[in-house]
């Protein structure tokens, strides 16, 4: 009797065990399965970061290139048998032509004592003479200018003013002019139809000989 109770105590103790250990196995399955879901939504949670890509690019010095050289602006002064005498503004290079395009010659301007093809510069003084002023022969007048052009070319450092052309204030910029005698050289060639050579001007009183030595080389007709 004793032997049956005692086996019938130890199925009841394994039993018991068996029972534990099914927890027990259930229990780790569901850790596991926990921790697996864990790991995976932790994984698609996951922002992936990419390595970022430099949009900064080289700075490169842009250079343009100068196509044409920058004309000098200068000024001229316009007189005489046009419309619209002045200052105007031109552009080295530019011909007497192109600028009387602006300032409108009159019908009784005589264009054939002015060269329309001399190259302006700045400063000058374009004076467009009217019909009968100018006397003496336009052949003469031509020569005349060419020869004054090229010796100012060749002119040592300072500019010739044009005594045909000039105002009173540029002819008093002249060694040895004042005011005086600028005014007796716009007289002078009012009434004569202008100077047809640089010694003409020792008509001028005041002017001798030691005098137009030592301006003849600043000035021209």
Same mark, same amino acid.
């Given at each position: ?40 939504? #932790? ?10 890509? *430099?949009?900064?690019?080289? $700075? /490169? @010095? ?73 006397? #003496? ?10 020869? *004054?052009?090229?010796?100012? $070319? /060749? @002119? ?66």
């Amino acid at each position: 009797m004793n032997n049956f109770l005692n086996k019938s105590a130890m199925l009841d103790k394994f039993n018991a065990h068996k029972q534990l250990v099914g927890i027990a196995v259930v229990t780790v399955i569901t850790v596991v399965i926990l921790l697996i879901r864990s790991i995976t939504m #932790t994984h698609s949670n996951e922002t992936i970061t990419e390595p970022k890509v *430099s949009e900064e690019l080289p $700075v /490169q @010095n842009e250079v343009t290139p100068q196509i044409e050289e920058r004309q000098k602006q200068i000024k001229v002064d316009v007189k005489g048998a046009v419309k619209y005498s002045g200052v105007y503004d031109a552009k080295q290079g530019e011909r007497i032509q192109d600028v009387l395009k602006h300032a409108e010659v009159l019908p009784n301007a005589d264009l054939d004592a002015v060269n329309l093809s001399q190259e302006i510069r700045d400063a000058l003084v374009i004076y467009i003479p009217f019909k009968g002023e100018v006397k #003496t022969d336009k052949f003469t007048l031509y020569q005349s200018s060419a020869s *004054s052009v090229q010796s100012n $070319v /060749q @002119n040592n450092g300072h500019e010739k003013v044009n005594i045909n052309q000039a105002e009173q204030s540029q002819l008093e910029g002249i060694p040895g002019i004042g005011p005086k005698k600028a005014q007796d050289i716009i007289k002078y060639r009012t009434d004569n139809g202008g100077f047809k050579s640089i010694e003409e001007i020792k008509e001028i009183r005041g002017v001798g000989d030691k005098t137009y030595e030592s301006l003849k080389d600043y000035i021209e007709v």
